[in-house]
C-alpha cells in the first residue's frame, strides 16, 4: 500500500471516531473534537476542554492490518499527558475495538458503580 493511501486509511478511522464521539456526546460541537493531520506528533484526536470532561481519554487511532499493542500503547502512553491512554484500533472488514490498561479500567467501572448507586 503506498503511503498516501494508508495515510488517508488513517484519518478516515480517525475521523469515524471523532463522529461517534460527536454522535455520542450531543452537547459537544463540531469543533471541540479535531482529526490531527497524518504525521502530526501527539494524540489524534484533539479534544476541547468542553469534550475533555466528558473523554478522559488521550485517543490514538490506528486503521492497520496487522497488529503492534504494545508498540501502539507505548506511543499511547508518551502522548497521554496525564490523560488516560487509550488506542482505538480496526481493520478492514472488522469491527472498531479499544485498549487500555486493566487497572484504568478498574478505575473507570468503579466511577460508573458510584454514580449508578447514588
Not at 490531527?36 to 490514538?60: C, H, N, Q, V, Y
Not at 499511547?76 to 472488522?94: D, K, Q
Amino acid at each position: 500500500m503506498k503511503t498516501s493511501s494508508a495515510k488517508a486509511k488513517g484519518r478516515r478511522f480517525q475521523q469515524e471516531i471523532r463522529d461517534i464521539l460527536l454522535e455520542t456526546f450531543k452537547e459537544l460541537e463540531p469543533d471541540d473534537i479535531r482529526s490531527t493531520s497524518m504525521g502530526a506528533s501527539g494524540e489524534d484526536l484533539l479534544l476541547s476542554p468542553a469534550a475533555r470532561k466528558l473523554i478522559p481519554f488521550a485517543i490514538e487511532a490506528k486503521n492497520q492490518e496487522t497488529t503492534s499493542v504494545w508498540q501502539w500503547m507505548k506511543q499511547a502512553e508518551e502522548n497521554a499527558n496525564g490523560h488516560i491512554p487509550i488506542v482505538v484500533f480496526t481493520r478492514n472488514r472488522s469491527k472498531n475495538y479499544a485498549v487500555l490498561e486493566f487497572e484504568q479500567l478498574v478505575g473507570l467501572l468503579e466511577e460508573m458503580n458510584k454514580l449508578k448507586n447514588k
